[in-house]
């Protein structure tokens, strides 16, 4: 655990976008919270708050939001962690690559002429790559975007000096919790709630809507394999189930074995 704090001194912090939409800092700045914590902490880099910001500042804790998706992406994140104590992955897009990572299997190349023709950009573009590729991430904020609570939690547990606990079950749980009827078992709807980590209360479900699964697959369990066996019974291909698993799980290196295996053992 890196202590973050000493009671004599705040705290520094920064806030660093990659390529995204700009909703997890908006989330956060958006919170009342934020401005009591400036008696605590000293908000080094954040653009969107501070337009003179210095992103070659060290801070106690990087927050980073966004997939990285150009060379000079691959640059900053190698900088801001020899800068930051700590790292934290911000969203999806940060935590696992984002919707914009949902056909990563295509050839890049062909993808980016899909959307922007022959257009003429500044920076050197990839495909979209969750920032634990490339530097060590210590904590992770899920959602798309992650919950309000889910932040000063975070920040709260690291500014006196202890280390917040990482969610290992799934939006099920919550529901069940919550009393809602189950839209995969009642309805045959295709809910992705029994792969995805919990932390929204459930918040589709709750709504009749069934989960696509913003908040990534569970760490280490996901069980892609028993949600798309129970899928594959109610009718979907398995093309369908790659689908849907992988509009926020693109980069789970699990997802297509276990989907696979499936239709291999005709279970
Ligand atoms: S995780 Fe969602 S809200 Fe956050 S930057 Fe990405 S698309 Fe936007
Ligand atoms: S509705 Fe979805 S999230 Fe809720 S219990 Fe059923 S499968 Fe799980
Ligand atoms: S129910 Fe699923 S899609 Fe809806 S907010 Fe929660 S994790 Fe995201």
Known sequence: MT??????????????ALTSCYGCQLQFAMMDEVLQLLDKANIECWFMLE??????????????????????????????REKAKIVIAVGSCAVHGGVQSWDKDKEFNEL????????HVKFEPKMAEPVEKYIKVDY????????????????????????????????CVECRLRGNPCLLIEKGEPC???LTVAGCDARCPA?????????????????????ALELKKKGLKKEEILERMKIFNAHNPKLEGMVNKI???GG
Do not use: H
């Open 263 to 265: 239709f291999e053992e």
């Open 112 to 119: 980016w002429k899909t959307v922007y023709g022959d257009a």
């Open 140 to 171: 992770k904020l899920y959602g798309c975007p992650p919950e309000k609570k889910d932040f000063l939690y975070a920040l709260g547990t690291l500014l006196i000096g202890s280390w917040p606990e990482d969610i290992d079950y799934p939006v």
């Open 3 to 16: 202590e973050v704090r000493r009671m004599s001194e705040k705290v520094k912090i920064g806030f660093y």
């Open 51 to 80: 337009r003179g910001s210095d992103e070659d500042k060290e801070v106690d804790i990087a927050f980073i939001e966004g997939s990285v998706s150009t060379q000079e992406e691959v640059e900053l994140v190698k900088k801001i």
């Open 207 to 227: 709504f009749n809507i069934a989960c696509i699964g913003c908040r990534g697959a569970v760490k280490d369990v996901a069980w892609f394999d028993s949600l």
């Open 192 to 194: 992705l709630g029994p």
